[in-house]
C-alpha cells in the first residue's frame, strides 16, 4: 500500500506490484495530461528490483519544454488528487505530489515534470538502470537508505542530504560513460563489458536473427564476447534510448579487401562500413532507426572525416533499404551471392552515402 506522512521517513520491502501500479498511474496521466507529454518513466527506489523503499511511487514526466506545465489542467490534476508544490524550486524541474489525505499531507505519488531527454531526464533513468545493472551497488545503496531510516525516521531533509553522495557517485559514472552521439534521448556509447547481456539476449531473438548473424546462428554471452569485443579496427557501439538499451551499431574503415570488391580500389576516398539492428521489439517501427542512421551519418562525416559510408543490406530486406534510403543512401549495384546466411548465399545491395 502506497503513502507517506508528512516528514515521515519509512522503508517496506520490495513490492512486485509497485510496476502495476506504476502502468495504472501511467495510463491515468496520459488521460489527464497526454496531449502536453512525450514521454513517462518509473524512477526512484520503486523501480529498482529487489531493494526496500518509501511506499511512494517516483514517476518522470518528459515534456518538450518546462513552458508546456503552463498548459496542464489543474482542474483535472486536483480532482485526481494532484497538487503543484511551488514551493520546492528545483532548476529545470517543477514538482506535483499526489495526496490520498490531504488533511493529513500523506502521499502516494510524486510527478517529476522535466525537460524530455534533458539533464534531469538522463539523470534519473541512469541512476535506476545501473542500480538495474548492478545489483551489488543497488544493495549498497539499500543499506545506506536503512541506516539512514532509522538515524532520521522524522527528518525527510537530513535523509535526502545522507544520500547525496551515494546518488552523486553514481551519476558521475554516468557522465564518464564514453558517449559517441548524444541527441535527445537518443545515445550511442561503446560496448561495456555489461552490455555482453543485452547483446546475447538480442542476438537470441529470432527477430533480430533473421538479417543479422541468422536465425541458425543465435549466441550466447560466451559467443558475445569472443565477436563482439574481439581486439581490431571495429568501433562497437550500444544504443540506449530514453536510457534504455536498446540496439547495437558498428562502423570501420572499409579495407582494402572491401575496397576490391566494392569497386573502391583505386579511390583514394576515406570509407566507413556501418551496420545495426534494433534488438528491443517495443522500439521498432517507432522513427527511432531512421533517427539512428542519421545521427551516425553526421558522426562519420563530421568527426571520422568520411567522404563515403556505404552499407550492403540483403535484398530482400525491403524494409531496412527503404529506411537507408530515406537518410540519403542511394543504391550503387547489385552484389549477387555475397553474404552467406541460413544455409545459403544472399544476394545483397551496395548503397552509399556520399558527402555532399
Known amino acids: 500500500m502506497l503513502g507517506l506522512d508528512k516528514g515521515e521517513i519509512k522503508l517496506v520491502s520490495h513490492a512486485d506490484e509497485w510496476g502495476v501500479l506504476f502502468e495504472e498511474e501511467q495510463a491515468l496521466l496520459e488521460t489527464l495530461i497526454g496531449e502536453h ?13 529487489g531493494i526496500s523503499a518509501k511506499p511512494l511511487l517516483d514517476v518522470l514526466v518528459g515534456v518538450r519544454s518546462l513552458e508546456d506545465v503552463r498548459r496542464f489542467d489543474k482542474r ?9 508544490l511551488g514551493r520546492i524550486e528545483i532548476d529545470g524541474k517543477v514538482v506535483f505530489a499526489k495526496f490520498s489525505n490531504v488533511e493529513e499531507l500523506t502521499k502516494t505519488h510524486v510527478l517529476h ?8 531526464w ?26 539512514l531510516a532509522v538515524a532520521y525516521p522524522d ?7 545522507g544520500k547525496k553522495h551515494f546518488v552523486d557517485e553514481v551519476l558521475r559514472l554516468g557522465e564518464m560513460r564514453p558517449f559517441i552521439i548524444k541527441k535527445g534521448a537518443l545515445f550511442v556509447r561503446k560496448l ?6 543485452s547483446l546475447a539476449k538480442w542476438l537470441s531473438d529470432p527477430e533480430v536473427l533473421r538479417y543479422y548473424e541468422g536465425r541458425d546462428n543465435p549466441f550466447d554471452v560466451e559467443k558475445v564476447e569472443e565477436e563482439y569485443f574481439a581486439e581490431d579496427d571495429v568501433t562497437r557501439c550500444l544504443i540506449e534510448f530514453e536510457g534504455k538499451p536498446i540496439g547495437y551499431v558498428q562502423f570501420y574503415e572499409v579495407d582494402a579487401e572491401e575496397r576490391v570488391l566494392y569497386e573502391y580500389g583505386d579511390s583514394e576516398e576515406l570509407i566507413y562500413g556501418m551496420d545495426q539492428f534494433i534488438g528491443e521489439s517495443a522500439y521498432v517501427n517507432k522513427g527511432i532507426g531512421t533517427k539512428l542512421i542519421e545521427l551516425v551519418i553526421d558522426y562519420l562525416l563530421e568527426e571520422k572525416g568520411a567522404d563515403c559510408i556505404v552499407m550492403d543490406p540483403q535484398a530482400e530486406n525491403e524494409r531496412a533499404i527503404r529506411c537507408y534510403e530515406k537518410c540519403g543512401f542511394a543504391k550503387v549495384k547489385l552484389l549477387p551471392r555475397n553474404e552467406w546466411h541460413e544455409g545459403e548465399y544472399r544476394d545483397c545491395w551496395l548503397i552509399e552515402y556520399r558527402r555532399k
Open 37 to 49: 507529454i512525450v514521454a513517462v518513466q518509473h524512477i526512484g527506489s520503486t523501480a529498482i528490483t
Open 122 to 147: 538522463h539523470k534519473h533513468t541512469f541512476f535506476r538502470d545501473y542500480l538495474n545493472e548492478h545489483p551489488d551497488v543497488a544493495r549498497t545503496y539499500e543499506v545506506l537508505k536503512s541506516e
Open 192 to 197: 561495456e563489458d555489461a552490455d555482453k547481456y
Open 76 to 84: 483535472k490534476l486536483k480532482g485526481a488528487g494532484y497538487y503543484h
Open 155 to 161: 527528518n525527510e531533509s537530513a535523509y535526502t542530504d
Open 113 to 120: 515534470v522535466v525537460e524530455y531527454g534533458g539533464d534531469w
